[in-house]
């Protein structure tokens, strides 16, 4: 699906900010990219979309080379990929279906988006995504009214709706508390394997990614230091992408509290049953 090769960003400055980058990507697999700040995560992925253009090196989105085409080219390659923000990037004044619509902008001609004159197969798609992202009671709020996980749903249809074959997703959970997290992060995952979706979430939350991702890949100083399995993520996998610390107290205290999560739901799950089974007795 997508192929990174040679990927490399070097900056007027003569700063690397991406060296030398190869990465497959196959169709259905949710990538999370970790690494510490300026590891050049976020640089990544506005290279796959060329908000960022590479230096060097070749990205392919199936058999389609982004890197070799031109304006007209881009923007229709553009609609493949659906691109996900930490900061939302809604029209605040705009209602949620029409910041949804927007990603249909891209299919639409000047004059129709301008006044938002959007086809009625345009709408229906808006509709059903924005039922699967269980936004539907919030339809005609204003974006500005919305919560952070609810704007984030927004984010999430909006992306959708341009009918991607991959997700670019920049640290989609920054901003949102660790319930709404897990949940952005679960949604995410169950659409990608709805829709047989490729995508690319840049996150810095280590064990929210080790908890949903199917794969992990490691950036320090622009280059690939660890991809694989999120089990395969150790101590010395940590110390190799972040840098000396010690690991093993802090994978500790995550399988404890891990271990008093599922303690408290058992406790929770024996206090519904005892009265159950006192009462068929």
């Known amino acids: 699906m997508l192929r990174l090769e040679g990927l490399s960003k070097r900056y007027a400055n003569g700063d690397r900010a991406l060296d ?40 392919f989105l199936g058999d389609v080379e982004l890197t070799a ?9 553009r609609r493949r990929m659906g ?13 949620v279906m029409e910041n949804v619509l927007s990603g249909r902008l891209g299919y639409v001609g000047f004059w129709r988006a301008w006044f938002r004159r959007f086809p009625q197969a345009d709408i229906d798609r808006a509709f059903a995504v924005l039922d699967r992202v269980s936004l539907m009671d919030h339809v005609d ?8 996980g609810q704007r984030q749903r927004v984010g999430i249809a909006r992306a959708l709706v341009q009918e991607p074959d991959i997700l670019l997703v920049d640290e989609p959970t920054a901003s949102l508390d660790p319930k ?27 064990a929210l990614a080790q908890m949903f991702v199917q794969r992990i890949v490691g950036l320090r100083a622009g280059r690939v230091v660890f991809d694989g399995p999120p089990e395969s993520l150790d101590p010395a996998a940590l110390t190799a992408i972040y840098g000396e610390e010690d690991w093993s107290k802090t994978m500790t205290r995550e399988e404890e ?4 999560a599922h303690e408290a739901a058992s406790e929770q799950l024996r206090g519904v049953r005892a009265p159950l089974i006192a009462e068929a007795l």
């Open 180 to 206: 709404t997290s897990r949940q952005i992060m679960r949604l995410i995952v169950e659409i990608c394997a709805e829709r047989n979706l490729a995508a690319i979430v840049n996150i810095h939350d280590v």
């Open 69 to 77: 085409l031109g304006r007209a080219g881009l923007r229709q390659a």
């Open 257 to 260: 509290a891990e271990d008093r």
């Open 20 to 59: 030398h980058i190869d990465l497959h990507v196959p169709a259905g697999q949710v990538v999370g990219l970790i690494g510490p700040s300026g590891a050049g995560k976020s640089t990544l992925i506005r290279c796959v979309n060329r908000l960022v253009e590479p230096s060097e090196g070749k990205i």
């Open 83 to 95: 691109m996900i923000f930490q900061e939302y990037a809604l029209v605040e004044r705009l209602s």
């Open 141 to 148: 709020k204003r974006a500005d009214e919305l919560s952070g």
